[in-house]
């Protein structure tokens, strides 16, 4: 419920705090005393359109604050955790107005947004006027007020969470339809990669390793060609050995002139010949183990060079090649099992569209069942409030139109006359007796309907008499489960109110016309009701069917 507004530079009011109790609560005052005040300001806290023309004159900026206070179980608590914003059960909402057009909105203090303000303003308060646009006005939300009168939303919970699988499973299946068709379009040109890369069979950690071998092999073929060359001066046809060979035979034909000297010198060739020898043998050994047939540095770079241009052509690293292969091969697995993934999705599907359509109808039966219900239930309060001409339809579209809320299109529509067809509530009945209808609906949906606060402007508009009262007892009956503000110019309802605020305007001392708002005592509210039902001059007579209107709904 609404617990207090405090209004600061709105229209006629400086600053302004009110406090107001469970029940019904009557707003009384002359025409154009500045009762609607309250109901705009009230409006801004709840997220109305802001319209600067509420400022009050020679102020910069106008505010209002309303502390609402709600059961635990409420639903606007649920949408405050959505939105982040913390609560501990508490809820203050801030809104501001600036002249230069800019507009502040704090909710428990945290800086916040229209769009956060308008998710949870209709669930704490409905204002219904003339001229209201929204709440029963707006036939999106009708469905909400059928299942709360029907006590259906547990039911319509299930109905949404079975809506929701269907739709995931008719999005995973699109989603995996799609994949499957650009797979199928890859199929050829992954079957090609996968030919091509199975065939080089890449290796992890091959690239360093030819890397390594290509290096080897560089420096291989210089050991070659020195050994070779070294070969060539030791063993050659005029290498080492031959000159040594030639040295020895000289020796031995100067030992047959004169051997005295020739045999030492034959010893050290022939110790030299040996060691040469030793020598180029070392260098056969060096040389077969350089010897590689089958590997050779063009081999070796035809395979690394190979290796390189598959890691460019699918734009990884060459050492990712094998993943990359892998990767292919589950793609064309996948493809392959496309059809058993498909086939699985679209039986759920079906299975699922099967159960959602199970439940929607069934809901759907139960809602029409209701609706039967409260149309009856509505039409016993019209005929005491001068509507027992008029009817209430919940109508139902006969297309179906699947959502998380069920399978139903559903309106209200009413029919003020015989012979009138029904149309939408605001387009068929006049003012007051749009005001009348909300109250009916009102008092049937009062139990049920999550919003604490209700506002009535004008309800009594063209009224008086036994209707007067009948609307009294209706707010006070709708009184009795949720918090009622009702601005009313009748005595018989103001007398039904267990609350009542006086508005009045005035001219203060700067000369500067106010408006102020004062709860009524016992001897006040006797006075402001005779006001009421006598004018200017209040008679004595006014005064005794005052104080016998308030007797009545007292008792």
């Not at 409006?43 to 209002?64: E, H, K, T, W, Y």
């Not at 606007?76 to 057009?101: A, C, F, P, Q």
């Not at 379009?185 to 990669?193: D, G, N, T, W």
Request: include cysteine; charged fraction near 30%; aromatic fraction near 6%.
């Amino acid at each position: 419920m609404l617990r207090a507004l405090h209004i600061e530079n709105i229209v006629l009011i400086e600053k302004l705090t009110i406090s107001f109790n469970e029940g019904l609560c009557a707003l009384t005052g002359e025409t154009g005393a500045g009762k609607s005040i309250l109901l705009d300001s009230l409006g801004l806290a709840i997220g109305n359109r802001a319209d600067l023309g509420l400022i009050r004159s020679g102020a910069d900026q106008g505010q209002v604050t309303a502390e609402f206070e709600l059961p635990k179980d409420h639903l606007v608590w649920g949408v405050l955790d959505e939105l982040d914003i913390s609560h501990d059960y508490m809820l203050t909402i801030r809104r501001t107005l600036n002249k230069d057009g800019r507009s502040k909105i704090y909710i428990n203090d945290l800086p916040s947004s229209l769009n956060a303000l308008k998710q949870i303003g209709p669930l704490l308060a409905e204002i219904h006027g003339q001229f209201d646009t929204h709440g029963l006005f707006d036939p999106t939300t009708h469905i909400d007020y059928l299942d709360h009168y029907a006590m259906l939303m547990d039911m319509r919970a299930e109905v949404g969470t079975a809506f929701n699988k269907w739709k995931a499973t008719k999005k995973a299946l699109a989603e995996k339809e799609a994949e499957f068709e650009r797979a199928r379009e890859e199929e050829e040109y992954l079957s090609a990669c996968r030919d091509e890369l199975e065939k080089l069979a890449p290796e992890q950690g091959e690239e360093a390793a030819l890397t390594e071998k290509r290096n080897y092999l560089k420096n291989t073929a210089a050991m070659v060609e020195y050994v070779s060359t070294a070969q060539d001066y030791l063993s050659g046809d005029k290498g080492t050995e031959a000159q040594l060979r030639s040295a020895m035979r000289a020796i031995e034909r100067l030992g047959e002139k004169d051997d005295s000297r020739t045999p030492a010198l034959l010893e050290a060739l022939d110790n030299a010949y040996a060691m040469i020898e030793d020598v180029s043998s070392a260098l056969n050994d060096i040389m077969h183990d350089l010897y590689e047939p089958d590997v050779s540095v063009e081999a070796v770079d035809e395979r690394f060079f190979a290796l390189k241009a598959a890691a460019r052509k699918h734009q990884c690293m060459v050492d990712d090649l094998p993943n990359f292969l892998e990767k292919i091969n589950e793609q064309l697995e996948n493809i392959t099992q496309q059809g058993d993934i498909l086939s699985t999705l679209q039986r759920e599907l079906i299975q699922n569209e099967a159960y959602y359509l199970k439940l929607a109808r069934e809901l759907s039966a139960k809602r029409k069942a209701a609706a039967l219900d409260m149309a009856a239930d509505i039409a016993k309060e019209l005929t005491p409030l001068k509507l027992g001409r008029a009817q209430f339809i919940v109508h139902f579209e006969d297309e179906e139109s699947w959502s998380a809320q069920g399978i139903d299109n559903l309106s209200f529509r009413v029919s003020t006359n015989p012979g009138m067809d029904a149309g939408p509530l605001n387009k068929v009945a006049s003012g007051g007796e749009l005001a009348r209808m909300m109250l009916a609906i009102k008092v049937i949906l009062a139990k049920t309907s999550p919003v604490e606060t209700l506002i009535f402007d004008e309800v009594d508009t063209g009224i008086g008499g036994a209707t007067a009262d009948a609307v009294g007892d209706r707010l006070a009956r709708v009184g009795h489960d949720k918090q009622v503000l009702v601005v009313t110019h009748a005595p018989q309802v103001a007398a039904c109110a267990n609350m009542h605020l006086h508005v009045k305007k005035f001219i203060s001392d700067d000369n500067l016309t106010r408006t102020s708002i004062t709860v009524l005592d016992t001897n006040d509210r006797l006075e402001e009701i005779a006001r009421m039902l006598s004018g200017a001059e209040i008679t004595t007579e006014a005064r005794a069917a005052a104080n016998k209107l308030l007797e009545r709904h007292a008792a």
